[in-house]
């Protein structure tokens, strides 16, 4: 479908091309309906999606009725918000009232949300139309989609290639123009991961800024939903969108996103040594480093730094997150919800259930928990790993006395061959070596598509400090326009 020149100076192109500000400027002129740009993303989800399964369920119907109900806002002259008819992807384990959430397990394969989690109540609010549920590693448990439980999502660039996880069918969506925008859940590195592989803009929000009511737990204290977009001003204005306090989730804050112009001459950029050491690419390291030359180039001071913890964010971070995963899995039990087994007796029930309705990264991971929460393996494991957390917390409030942001690769690699590391835990888990130690501070990180290794992206890890938002988004925006 294509539509004409239409007073914002753009060439011809298909609405699937088309921002969130196009959009919203082109219901503005009357240049085309919600309903049309719906109909038109349906149209690309059918034509697409078999070759790379970003989807888990297409929501038509409920897409439809959401675009015509914006049609009435944006046709009745009144202020209508920039989200209004605009088509977005949710990721499947933030439940939508009334539609399947499956967190990519067959534990959950029949589970119908009862009710709209705390962002997707705003979206709602803001008139989204809300296109399908995409595809996750189970319980958002991996780096690379391989391990939902229903299908492998690839990567749009190459479809031999990963499309990064947990939240890969979210950012393929929006690689594939299947979404105008996705949202995600970050636990580990799972927005900025996929992000980084599949070539758009992913935001990690600082732990709290984001209610987490709605999106079923892997780990309480690490979990946090953010947008997926085509650009820095889209995930900027759904950001905008979902923040803030909520009385439903407790360790959410009340805090005033407000707008940065921060400048990037005389801005002060931190380089940690630690993350420029063997094991990355030296195609990613050469395309990093080409971007922060860009930045001092613009007039940013490069500083060196040290995060000299980073070395134990992997290993303290897969202690914590199984540990809390194994108490956060308990309630799927085959009794409240979800897939359950039948048995000659309560003890058979949960553990044919359990057993059949989990795969091997979540039992490998509860295991893992209950191992390091049991009795006398506590203090060694769990308490340890808390105690190193808070040595990471140190190093990033030591770094920014002197600095004001830190850049950094999302990745040691670009998108790997679906199957390469599957059968292999352990350098799966290596995958997160860049943005776990974000994840174990609670502060915000953003990966900016920075150049591309063949036709692979490469993201650009942007890292600020506690609610700090609005100025990673404004450097990012700057950055967006030199590379």
């Not at 790379?52 to 009745?76: F, M």
């Not at 409030?397 to 040691?412: E, G, L, M, R, Y």
């Not at 598509?449 to 609005?470: H, R, T």
Request: aromatic share 10%; with cysteine; hydrophobic share 40%.
């Amino acid at each position: 479908m294509e539509i004409g020149n239409w007073g914002l100076g753009f060439q011809v192109m298909e609405l699937t091309n088309l921002t969130i500000t196009q959009l919203h400027q082109g219901f503005k002129d009357k240049k085309f309906t919600s309903v049309e740009v719906t109909k038109a993303y349906l149209e690309q989800i059918k034509k697409t999606d078999k070759s790379i399964g970003a989807y888990l369920a297409v929501t038509e119907s409920l897409a439809l009725k959401q675009a015509e109900a914006a049609d009435k806002i944006i046709t009745s002259g009144k202020h209508f918000s920039m989200l209004c008819g605009v088509p977005c992807a949710i990721k499947d384990a933030i439940l939508v009232d009334g539609e399947i959430a499956t967190a990519g397990s067959k534990i959950l394969e029949n589970y119908v949300a009862p009710y709209d989690a705390t962002v997707i109540k705003k979206l709602k609010t803001q008139g989204a139309v809300i296109l399908g549920k995409t595809n996750l590693d189970e319980f958002a448990m991996g780096a690379s989609t391989e391990n939902s439980a229903y299908q492998v999502t690839k990567n749009p660039h190459d479809t031999t290639r990963v499309a990064g996880g947990s939240s890969g069918g979210s950012a393929a969506a929006v690689a594939a123009k299947e979404a105008v925008y996705s949202l995600g859940s970050d636990t580990g590195g799972s927005i900025r991961l996929p992000a980084s592989f599949c070539g758009v803009v992913g935001l990690n929000p600082t732990y709290g800024s984001v209610s987490r009511y709605g999106l079923i737990a892997f780990a309480s204290s690490l979990d946090q939903i953010g947008p997926m977009a085509k650009n820095v001003e889209d995930a900027k204005i759904v950001f905008e969108a979902i923040y803030g306090k909520d009385q439903n989730d407790a360790t959410s804050k009340n805090y005033q996103f407000e707008e940065s112009n921060i400048n990037l001459k005389g801005l002060k950029i931190g380089v940690p040594k630690e993350y420029f050491s063997e094991g990355i690419d030296p195609e990613i390291e050469k395309i990093i480093k080409s971007a922060i030359q860009k930045a001092k180039d613009a007039g940013a001071k490069i500083i060196e730094i040290s995060l000299p913890n980073t070395q134990y964010g992997v290993a303290c971070y897969y202690i914590i997150a199984p540990c809390e995963a194994s108490a956060n899995l308990a309630r799927f039990d085959g009794i409240k919800y979800g897939f359950s087994e039948t048995a000659d007796n309560l003890l058979g029930v949960y553990l044919q259930s359990r057993g059949r309705g989990f795969g091997a990264e979540p039992k490998r991971r509860i295991m893992l928990g209950t191992y390091a929460l049991s009795s006398g393996y506590y203090d060694a494991y769990y308490k340890k790993a808390q105690q190193v957390r808070e040595l990471i917390k140190e190093d990033f409030t030591q770094a920014f006395k002197k600095v004001d942001v830190i850049f950094s690769p999302v990745s040691p690699f670009a998108a790997f061959k679906v199957g390469e590391k599957a059968n292999d835990p352990l350098s799966m888990y290596l995958v997160d070596v860049y943005t776990v130690a974000v994840k174990l501070a609670g502060i915000p990180a953003l990966s900016l598509p920075a150049g591309k290794i063949g036709k692979l992206p490469v993201g650009l890890q942007i890292i600020g400090n506690y609610f700090e938002e609005n100025k990673i988004l404004s450097i990012a925006s700057q950055l967006e326009q030199l590379f």
